[in-house]
């Protein structure tokens, strides 16, 4: 069974880790159709207190590897990722380089996540910026909007790369065919946005991809294209007003509670709707960003991730290797070496 | 009554017009509350036959003033603000430019009511790129969100007049004392942004303002301030993703239904919440979104604009005048003079 896909896990990443992390690792690790085993990089000792509250003394499910230093959520992401040798976050980025383990899943702190993939995996060949992809949901399934929060500011280039990423991943992890891409602006018309755009619908509709042009801030949950692209601001602001939706919407039902008596009654009728919206606004539900552009695998979780997210996240980077989404992006960007000295 | 404040509406904008927007001007002169006279700026047969329709054949509550152009809701904005010298709306913004009016109300083609009126009212004095302040609920009563779409490319400089426009209409349209300002960015440190909002956050911070510094994409509903200023390409995206969440509910409500005959048998009861939301979320109740920083009172309303939603704006208008908001804008640009040559 050597030629099992390994996928690393951060144990020391998360709001509470590793709480949920060890928890996630035996999840996965039991699943039975798993065709992935789990390397655990973290401080032993805690692991192994984690695996005795949970009730496993002996042996545990996967491999653990030990690493002294770990990265708190709110430390300073590029210092701690230079200076940090032997946190979980680092050792495991290392093994994945050194080849000992395929891909790495890690829930810390999504800057300090970024900036050591970067520096320990590097670029992929071909991409100037790698970028974070979440899945949005929307009316026809879920769409991947990138990127979400690596790029502050960006060039057309960028914005080209990560269509491009995003078609081919897209095609192979959510297997649509000739995924739609859309550029995300303020106007439908090739004229409408803002400089970024403006030169990035040019690039666009010259390449291969399934361009299909703008598209504005409504149409993202409507399902209007498989692939959204925008810049890493205007992205992350985007993602977390939706993951703020949920929260707001139990606001409005608790005022609403208090009006009216009939509605009480009727409550408990309304966690229906609430759970599907739950399921679908929550993207730790989908397991975690994958980190597209840097040289190997590497998905980024929520802070919050339950053990089903940390489970889900696994089998995504599992099947990022498998499917070589990595290759086929390496491939799709050949084409783009004519963009050189483009804005 | 000659002192009272004259308001023009513009009946051939919006989806429908003149239908809806006739009905809101009786609305509004029908109001005994009313400190504002209404004046009807469009196509006289039109607007004659709509009153016929509404039932009303003597003489109408307010002032009509005939104009022979109408500009398309999807007409090329700047050709058609430059060229249709006799639309409702070149009309209208005239006649407040020679006092005959105080303020405009248009739910006509957006880009067209910016540029008409940029060209015929002008800048407010001290002001280098007006807004659109646009309404967004919060859990804490309504925040203003500006710009929302008239300037995709901005300076600091211009996100810095922004938040001074923001906050005045803030204090004496929503009566809020000192009104907390927010920069939308992507992390709460002063250090995390982009180009445009690192530069904006150092002008803010050394400001008069009640700055509180970088908000986030999920704090807005939160409410954790009054004001949101971001660059008019990220507010649009943002806006429009907000006004599409209601019928992303409405889809996924209807997949429950499908799926759960208990559901069905309680879902009446859902109106309750979704009512709330409705109302918290549609921007058009309350009235319209004022463009800050011309020479003049412009309310830009939706083109799907209920009778409702157009008395409102008419209502907005008059406060606007009546408070002297452009007034108090001037007054708190001044110590901005000292920005001059700021990136």
Redesign the interface.
Known sequence: MTDKIKIGLDAMGGDKAPVSIVEGAILASRDRKADYEVVLVGDRGRIQRELERLGISSAPPFEIVHASEVINMDEPAAEAARKKKDSSLAVGLRMEKEGKIDGFVSGGNTGAVMATALLTLGHLQGVDRPAIASYF???KGVAVVLDV?AN??CKARNLYEFAVMGSIYTSYILKRENPRVGL???GEESTK???L?LVSYRLLSESKLNFMGNV???????GTCDVVV?????G??????????E???Y???K??LRR?I??RT??F??K??LR??RK?LNYAEYGGAPLLGVDGVCIICHGKSSPKAIKNAIKLASRMVREKVNEHIKEGLKDSNQLEGEK
């Open positions: 949901p929307t009316e929060g502050a500011d995300l602006s303020i946005g803002n400089e755009t504005e801030g409504h149409d993202v949950l409507k925008c810049d890493g601001f205007v992350n602001i985007m993602l977390k007003f939706a993951e703020s939706i929260s707001f919407f606001f409005l039902i005022e609403e009216s009939l509605f009727g409550a009728l309304l229906y709707p599907s919206m679908a």
